[in-house]
């Protein structure tokens, strides 16, 4: 259904049939974009965010009234709702464009509730528009297609909102009283928190193992010298941490110096490597702390203000699409728009036949909405590297690489594996030299993949590029090494480590992961120490105290299964009071039962 007051765009124009709209966005830098776009027929404000919010009292969300919910507008919202509804008293009709996901829905929905209640809006005609980028086309052509709100939306997030409410005012009493110093519990803070005191519980029960690697320099008849390690010995392969003592490992040594060595094979494989999907809002998170040294808030500060416009040569523009997001493919016209340039800037056989397309594979993952992208393939961070700042810069050359290449051919890549066989008297062992040539740079020519996360190691054997090496020729001995190392425990995670492995099990949502990193740190459950993240012994404790007798509350499944009840909520499949009832019911029951509960030592 199409407002009243507005005609599709003509030649770059949303043409004019009455005199005045009002437009209400969540920035005020949004604002003034938005404002140049339309022209003087719309009047556009901002909310700063949201209006009004639960306070923080008993009795803000009541169970027994069926979770009536009583919420409360802060001055400087009341004097911004006054300005909102002075400007929409006065307007022919009112457009909702606050951003594109569950939290700009509810904003828009307490925007419009408070004007009822002000009865300024008469028989105006109200829609709702949402913005993915912040660019002319995009505005206009949303202004063209307004939609009414969407209610299940909105009651998706006030059973987040109502969830999260019940959970920390009714938790976090307990533990003031059991716990002091502990500060509060959360919905999805404390399990977030129950991850990093796991994986400090699991570094402390860690035991370390020796093992030894094995391997050896070799000489080509051509001169050429190359590393092979030593992977099969007495019949039986090794596997990678097979060799445990000093004295296997001398006994093998001593096998191979005196060994002759002989090419058994040498087998040229070529592989293809693909690009991987353009930046969910975790992704760039991960990709933006492992490459750029970002905290995920810091991430989130610079990509709000390069999706919100950015003054290029006396016009402001959005440089990149809304950065909330866990989808993964690209527009239509983004992606003809991306194989184009990169036709233009690095030629034809880098485009690839076909359009890549995507799909998600995070657990609970809505994709609605486009991964994040540039608004114009076009504008290279060369382009426009004068107009940003040094953050700035940095991550939307991150943005742009990651989703140029997404669409950009495969990676040619030539895997060499040789086997070498070492007999010494009758004792015979196996050698492996794995290598590879990159024949065609496809994809990488614009972004390298890298682990993100920096939880695992690369257990490749791949040594880079070997010298010419052919079958059945014999090799000449430089030398033999055998090194020992200890195993090591499981790493601390890390802002970006602990994103993935919320976002894998399902537990939070793209907006809320920089909020529940900062609280957990605001609230010294957690301390970070050279980007690792490391429970404070109240974080701990808590923990503790939440496993033994809130059991159910900090299981990644139960939280999970929370998130998913709201996705279908969301989607119209299940009330939102029904939801709310079902918690309710056990989760008042486990609060009783600890009023007579006596604290000890939960560690103990």
Excluded at 278 to 301: C, D, E, I, K, V
Excluded at 481 to 510: C, D, V, W
Excluded at 532 to 559: C, M, N, Q, W
Aim: overall charge neutral.
């Amino acid at each position: 259904m199409r407002a009243e007051s507005a005609t599709m765009p003509v030649n770059g124009h949303v043409s004019r049939e009455k005199n005045m709209n009002v437009v209400v966005v969540e920035s005020p830098a949004k604002a003034k974009t938005i404002n140049k776009y339309l022209g003087p027929g719309y009047k556009v404000l901002a909310s700063f965010g949201h209006v009004r919010d639960l306070p923080a009292k008993d009795g803000s969300v009541l169970p027994d009234q069926d979770f009536e919910m009583s919420w409360e507008v802060d001055p400087a919202s009341q004097k911004r709702m006054k300005d909102i509804a002075d400007a929409v008293k006065a307007s022919d009709g009112l457009f909702l464009a606050t951003d594109p996901d569950r939290e700009g829905e509810a904003i828009s929905w307490h925007v419009l509730d408070l004007l009822k209640k002000k009865k300024v809006l008469g028989d105006k005609p109200v829609k709702r528009v949402v913005f993915n980028a912040i660019t002319k086309k995009a505005v206009l052509d949303a202004m063209a297609e307004p939609r009414d709100i969407d209610i299940p939306l909105v009651d998706a997030y006030l059973a987040r909102r109502a969830l999260d409410y019940l959970v920390g005012f009714n938790l976090s009493p307990v533990l003031w009283r059991k716990l002091p110093g502990a500060r509060s519990a959360g919905r999805v803070q404390s399990v977030a928190l129950r991850l990093v005191c796991d994986r400090e519980s699991e570094i402390e029960r860690f035991v370390s193992e020796e093992y030894w690697n094995i391997s050896a320099l070799l000489k080509t008849p051509r001169g050429d010298e190359f590393e092979a390690k030593l992977v099969s010995a007495d019949g039986k392969r090794l596997q990678g941490k097979s060799i445990k003592t000093g004295d296997d490992a001398t006994r093998l040594k001593t096998l191979l110096e005196g060994a002759s060595y002989v090419v058994d094979t040498v087998e040229a494989k070529p592989v293809k490597r693909n690009p991987g999907p353009p930046f969910t809002t975790s992704t760039l998170q991960q990709a933006a702390s492992s490459r750029l040294g970002f905290s995920a808030s810091r991430t989130m500060q610079v990509a709000q203000r390069l999706y919100e416009g950015i003054d290029i040569g006396g016009e402001t523009v959005g440089l990149i699409t809304y950065m909330r997001t866990d989808g993964v493919q690209m527009a239509p016209e983004a992606i003809d728009a991306a194989r184009s340039a990169i036709g233009d800037q690095f030629g034809d056989r880098y485009v690839p036949e076909k359009a890549r397309f995507y799909s998600t594979k995070a657990k609970n993952a809505q994709e609605a909405h486009e991964a994040i992208r540039p608004t114009d393939f076009n504008r290279s961070p060369d382009k426009v590297k004068r107009y940003l700042d040094s953050d700035q810069l940095r991550l939307y050359d991150l943005v742009w690489k990651r989703g140029i290449a997404s669409q950009m051919a495969s990676a040619e890549i030539e895997r060499t594996t040789v086997e070498i066989l070492a007999e010494n008297k009758g004792e015979k062992a196996g050698l492996r030299a794995v290598g590879s040539v990159i024949r065609f740079d496809g994809f990488i020519a614009a972004y390298t993949d890298q682990k993100e996360d920096g939880e695992q190691s690369d257990d490749s054997e791949d040594g880079g590029r070997l010298p010419q090496i052919n079958a059945r020729e014999n090799l000449a001995k430089q030398k033999i090494n055998a090194s020992q190392h200890f195993t090591e425990p499981p790493p601390r995670y890390s802002e970006a480590s602990l994103i993935k492995k919320m976002e894998e099990l399902g537990i939070g949502r793209p907006s809320t992961y920089a909020a529940t990193l900062k609280t957990l740190s605001d609230r010294e459950y957690i301390v970070v120490d050279k980007r690792k993240l490391i429970p404070h012994s109240r974080g701990r404790l808590v923990t503790a105290f939440l496993e033994s007798f809130f059991t159910r509350y900090v299981e990644y499944d139960f939280t999970a299964d929370l998130e998913e009840k709201l996705d279908r909520i969301s989607a119209g499949e299940l009330d939102w009071k029904q939801v709310l009832r079902d918690f309710w019911k056990d989760f008042f029951a486990q609060i009783e039962d600890t009023k007579e509960l006596r604290v000890t030592n939960v560690l103990d």
